[in-house]
């Protein structure tokens, strides 16, 4: 970040160390405060803008593959079934494992 010496005017690119042209420290707490106050803008608008991007990538994703298969709520609860089955039986031969391998 660019910044102005506030003893001199030079500017330099850092915040924590001190001028080159005359060693004094960095510029102002307001300059630096309202570059800060800058930077989080547009941080934030960025942040907004990419949300909206990948909105509209995933809304036209979705009408480029209308044949995208989707589970019914039916084939979601079983599949949600089938893996904690899964996590039970791992869960007791891990257990098993750890009792007779002792």
Not at 13 to 30: D, E, I, Q, R, V
Not at 63 to 89: F, G, M, N
Request: charged share 30%; aromatic share 6%; glycine share 8%.
């Amino acid at each position: 970040m660019i910044i102005h010496c506030e003893y001199c005017g030079t500017e330099y690119n850092s915040l924590k160390g001190t001028c080159p042209h005359c060693g004094g420290s960095p510029a102002g707490n307001k300059e630096i405060e309202d570059k800060k106050a800058l930077d989080a803008q547009i941080a934030e608008e960025e942040r907004k803008a990419n949300g909206e991007m990948l909105k509209r990538q995933v809304e036209e994703w979705d009408r480029e593959h209308p044949e995208r298969y989707r589970a019914t709520p039916k084939q979601a609860s079983i599949i949600k079934l089938v893996a904690l089955c899964i996590v039970i039986v791992l869960i007791v031969v891990g257990i098993y494992i750890g009792i007779f391998l002792k």
